[in-house]
């Protein structure tokens, strides 16, 4: 499948909550990265994801849902074009990859995600 949701991740109010919550629901089994205030969330099969604080002050919780694609400049730009406002630009996550963050046009936020690749 082209694009596919390939993480999902959580920033929330209160992430002790969140944890205990989950985990307690839910088969998930939670990693938390050391230096980076970041929890993995392990599924077994299937899309797994992520939990942390929420950023910003004021902030709801809510979840992130994020698409993998080929080459993340062009989709950004694409996602502008197209009438999505652009949140959070180009980002690097040392060793793994890049993510942007957008709004379309019907108010949705979403993340495209592109993997770092090994040369």
């Known amino acids: 499948m082209a694009n596919p ?3 999902v991740e959580l920033m929330t109010t209160d992430l002790d909550q969140a944890k205990t919550f989950y985990q307690s629901l839910f088969d998930w089994q939670l990693e938390d990265i050391p230096g980076m205030d970041y ?5 077994g099969e299937g899309t797994g994801g992520g939990m942390m604080q929420v950023p910003m002050p004021g902030m ?3 979840w992130m849902a994020y698409v993998l694609v080929d080459d993340l ?3 950004t730009e694409k996602a502008q074009a197209l009438g999505a406002t652009i949140v959070k ?3 690097e996550v040392p060793g793994m990859g890049a993510f942007s ?7 949705a936020p979403l993340a495209m995600w592109q993997p770092k690749m090994n040369k």
């Open 60 to 62: 709801p919780s809510s």
């Open 39 to 43: 929890t993995v969330i392990k599924v």
């Open 101 to 107: 963050v957008m709004v379309d046009p019907t108010g």
């Open 89 to 91: 630009g180009m980002t």
């Open 73 to 75: 400049a062009a989709s």
């Open 5 to 7: 949701f390939v993480h």
